[in-house]
């Protein structure tokens, strides 16, 4: 019942901006932390960006100063805000949400269906 829907991603030059969101379609009684992540081809799925549930944001070293990861809980929604964007940054971005639908359930981990990030050189 629970989908994390994606948008936002595209195809952008170098130097461009993008903003990602990811909308959770369902409720949750608690989340935990939010994230979004990136694979590129032949590479591992790599953390990109997160942030917990009392706000607290960490961030991968090549995107530091140039991504900000932010939140609106009362649309369960996370956003991606891209700056300066490289073509190192192409690759699929995932959103995830680390939460319980249910105040008797354990916190799992959901993750949306990508969205295609392509930053030209």
């Known amino acids: 019942q629970v989908q994390l829907v994606e948008s936002g991603g595209g195809l952008v030059q170098a130097g461009g901006s993008l903003r990602l969101s990811c909308a959770a379609s369902?409720?949750?009684?608690?989340?935990?932390?939010m994230g979004w992540y990136r694979q590129a081809p032949g590479k591992q799925r790599e953390l990109v960006a997160a942030?917990?549930?009392?706000?607290?944001?960490n961030y991968a070293e090549p995107v530091k100063g140039r991504f900000t990861i932010s939140t609106d809980n009362s649309k369960n929604t996370v956003y991606l805000q891209m700056n300066s964007l490289k073509p190192d940054d192409t690759a699929v971005y995932y959103c995830?949400?680390?939460?319980?639908?249910?105040?008797?359930?354990?916190?799992?981990?959901?993750w949306g269906q990508g969205t295609q990030v392509t930053v030209s050189s």
């Open positions: 995830n949400y680390n939460a319980a639908r249910r105040s008797w359930t354990r916190s799992i981990d959901y």
């Open positions: 942030i917990t549930s009392s706000g607290n944001t």
């Open positions: 369902g409720t949750f009684f608690s989340i935990n932390a």
